[in-house]
């Protein structure tokens, strides 16, 4: 975000260097200067904007799922999801637009999580959809026990004291 920003802001620059070469000195003088607030400007905006939760109509990812890490909901104006990415080192946070379904959804998923002591996923997390068929968040389930150790005697067979 930050290399565009300056790339944009470095393009202008040139580009307002080349038309006014030969302005008055007024002219250049308040263009270097419209020049060096633009880049604070945006250096300012895109530092602010890193720390706000990305709309996921901005998103150009395509994933098939994400763990999702925490959760905040605004009724009637949105949810918050802090999602770790597969291959992303960093999770990142994103708005979902407010739906009634899919809070009661990842609600319910955060409590089985809970209680199985496991994570909640989200599937296709930046695509909007009108399915509802498939529940967006669950839980995932339990992990399986690890094998019992072999101790390679074969079954135990009990035998009481009358046998013996």
């Known amino acids: ?4 920003a300056i790339a944009f802001a470095l393009l202008l620059g040139i580009f307002v260097f080349w038309v006014l070469p030969r302005g008055s000195l007024w002219r250049r ?3 270097v ?3 060096v607030s633009l880049i604070a400007v945006v250096y300012a905006g895109a530092i602010e904007m890193m720390s706000r939760p990305k709309t996921v109509r901005l998103e150009w990812r395509d994933l098939a799922e994400a763990t999702v890490l925490g959760a905040s909901m605004r009724e009637g104006e949105a949810i918050y999801v ?3 990415i597969e291959g992303a080192n960093e999770p990142r946070a994103y708005t979902l637009p ?3 379904q899919q809070a009661q959804e990842l609600q319910q998923a955060m409590a089985d999580a809970e209680t199985n002591g496991t994570g909640v996923k989200v599937t296709q997390p930046f695509e909007p959809t009108l399915d ?5 968040f669950y839980a995932l389930p339990q992990p399986a026990l690890p094998p019992k150790p ?7 067979v009990y035998q009481s004291d009358d046998q013996l």
């Open 98 to 100: 407010w739906n009634m």
């Open 33 to 35: 200067g419209m020049f």
């Open 150 to 156: 072999d101790t390679g005697n074969g079954p135990l």
């Open 29 to 31: 003088t308040a263009s």
């Open 82 to 84: 802090w999602l770790q």
């Open 132 to 136: 509802t068929s498939e529940p967006k």
């Open 1 to 4: 975000m930050i290399a565009s």
